[in-house]
């Protein structure tokens, strides 16, 4: 029982001296092990993944350019830049929005890419 109450004042200290930052880091990367979904930092180029984060930021591509919307999605080990290609706006993808995206890892310019991915809106609770 000393244990569990240790425990809770090490998390209790923890909670109230960390960073507002790595506290969202924390609560990104419980999320991502409850609905089974794979840590960014631990996804290979090439490998069938699923990720589950927040998207830091939605961008897109210049009106004389081809078509392209990309998010930076962030599960509090890693980024992970999603591009859908041929698209402008996609309703819901939006930054603050936390969303499980599925696709195939790739690399560009050494940052983690999925293109077209599947994705799904996560409601917030």
Same mark, same amino acid.
Request: net charge neutral; proline share 2%.
């Given at each position: 029982?000393?244990?569990?109450?240790?425990?809770?004042?090490?998390?209790?200290?923890?909670?109230?001296?960390?960073?507002?930052?790595?506290?969202?880091?924390?609560?990104?990367?419980?999320?991502?092990?409850?609905?089974?979904? +794979?840590?960014?930092?631990?996804? +290979?180029?090439?490998?069938?993944?699923?990720? #589950?984060?927040?998207?830091?930021?939605?961008?897109?591509?210049?009106?004389?350019?081809?078509?392209?919307?990309?998010?930076?999605?962030?599960?509090?080990?890693?980024?992970?830049?999603?591009?859908? #290609?041929?698209?402008?706006?996609?309703?819901?993808?939006?930054?603050?929005?936390?969303?499980?995206?599925?696709?195939?890892?790739?690399?560009?310019?050494?940052?983690?890419? #999925?293109?077209?991915?599947?994705?799904? #809106? +996560?409601?917030?609770?």
């Amino acid at each position: 029982m000393a244990s569990t109450r240790g425990g809770y004042w090490n998390r209790l200290v923890r909670r109230l001296t960390s960073d507002v930052t790595e506290l969202d880091a924390d609560d990104l990367s419980r999320e991502v092990d409850a609905v089974g979904a +794979q840590r960014a930092c631990d996804c +290979q180029s090439g490998e069938e993944v699923t990720v #589950l984060g927040r998207l830091r930021s939605v961008e897109l591509c210049p009106r004389d350019a081809a078509a392209t919307l990309e998010a930076e999605l962030y599960d509090g080990t890693e980024g992970v830049t999603l591009v859908w #290609l041929g698209r402008r706006r996609i309703a819901g993808i939006e930054p603050g929005r936390t969303i499980k995206a599925r696709g195939r890892i790739a690399v560009r310019d050494g940052r983690k890419v #999925l293109y077209n991915p599947y994705y799904e #809106l +996560q409601t917030t609770s």
